[in-house]
Nanobody, 127 residues
Framework: QVRLVQSGGGSVQGGGSLRLSCVAS????????LAWFRQHPIKEREGVAV???????NYADSVKGRFTISKDDAENTLYLQMNNLKPEDTNMYYC?????????????????????WGQGTQVTVSS
């Protein structure tokens, strides 16, 4: 079982930047595949970015070129740097972790593949 504790987020004007952090405790951090998802109250959870244990990344088309996912294995911490934020990025953001026993190639962004979730943090972008 992996425990994930998020920090960061908040309110910013359009064009601004925010960074989300997610500290993991439990099994070896270096074995984890990690991701960020976001969810509006009336919509399905949407994959934002993922980084697997090999460091391969994948992004939703809506955030490519604006968001960067990274991790610090020494600090057991996952990050999401969000630049050029837009009002449509307003959402609750969740970090997620999984141990994948197989090489999935380009890491996928399906919520069902992640068993461990953070508590969520709100990001609000005003126009």
């Amino acid at each position: 079982q992996v425990r994930l504790v998020q920090s960061g987020g908040g309110s910013v004007q359009g064009g601004g930047s925010l960074r989300l952090s997610c500290v993991a405790s439990g099994p070896s951090f270096s074995r984890l595949s990690l991701a960020w998802f976001r969810q509006h109250p009336i919509k399905e959870r949407e994959g934002v970015a993922v980084i697997d244990k090999e460091g391969r990344t994948n992004y939703a088309d809506s955030v490519k070129g604006r968001f960067t996912i990274s991790k610090d294995d020494a600090e057991n911490t996952l990050y999401l740097q969000m630049n050029n934020l837009k009002p449509e990025d307003t959402n609750m953001y969740y970090c997620a972790a999984a141990v994948w026993d197989y090489d999935l190639g380009t890491p996928p962004l399906f919520p069902s593949l992640f068993a461990n979730w953070g508590q969520g943090t709100q990001v609000t972008v005003s126009s």
